[in-house]
């Protein structure tokens, strides 16, 4: 329990870092939450067709841990956010995450420029599936792969 205390705590650094944070009221469907600027200012989507999303990101210093690798909540997030926008449909109330599995192949440091695609895997009712790949642009060499499985509440037909 002691170890996982001491990894919790933040370094004196760290803390003056976090100090300096500005976080501003969030003007919602105006701008973006302090959360996506952080975790996905200079994500660049490359493609978009029916069912496949490319996007290309450059790892930026604040989502590498301390030994400088891309943290694993980061991809996650890329997991997550690139997931969600290959299922999304124009017009229709936004889909919540249900299940999302991950398998870190590899680590990623800063400065690497990843690719993100997603492909939907399929639609039933109102659950739809895609996967995720992430992996070294310029190498091809795989960071992680998930699967992210989505709700969306159907219009009613009444």
Same mark, same amino acid.
Do not use: C, G, W
């Given at each position: 329990m002691d170890r996982a205390k001491h990894?919790?705590?933040?370094?004196?650094?760290? $803390?003056k870092i976090v100090s300096r944070l500005i976080?501003?009221?969030?003007?919602?469907?105006? #701008?973006? $939450?302090?959360?996506?600027?952080?975790?996905l200012r200079g994500i660049h989507?490359?493609?978009? #067709?029916?069912e496949i999303v490319v996007c290309t990101f450059k790892i930026p210093p604040r989502l590498v841990d301390r030994a400088g690798k891309l943290s694993p909540g980061a991809i996650a997030n890329l997991v997550d956010e690139v997931g969600g926008a290959v299922v999304y449909k124009e017009a229709l109330p936004m889909n919540v995450s249900v299940n999302i599995s991950i398998s870190y192949m590899s680590t990623a440091e800063v400065d690497d420029?990843?690719?993100?695609?997603?492909?939907?895997?399929g639609r039933k009712g109102s659950i739809s599936t895609a996967v995720v790949l992430i992996k070294k642009k310029g190498t091809g060499e795989i960071v992680a792969q998930g699967r992210h499985t989505?709700?969306?509440?159907?219009?009613s037909k009444i």
């Open positions: 990894m919790l705590e933040l370094t004196q650094n760290e $803390s976080v501003h009221p969030h003007r919602a469907n105006v #701008e973006p $939450s302090f959360y996506e600027d952080f975790a989507v490359d493609r978009i #067709e029916s420029e990843l690719e993100v695609s997603a492909r939907l895997l989505l709700f969306a509440k159907l219009s």
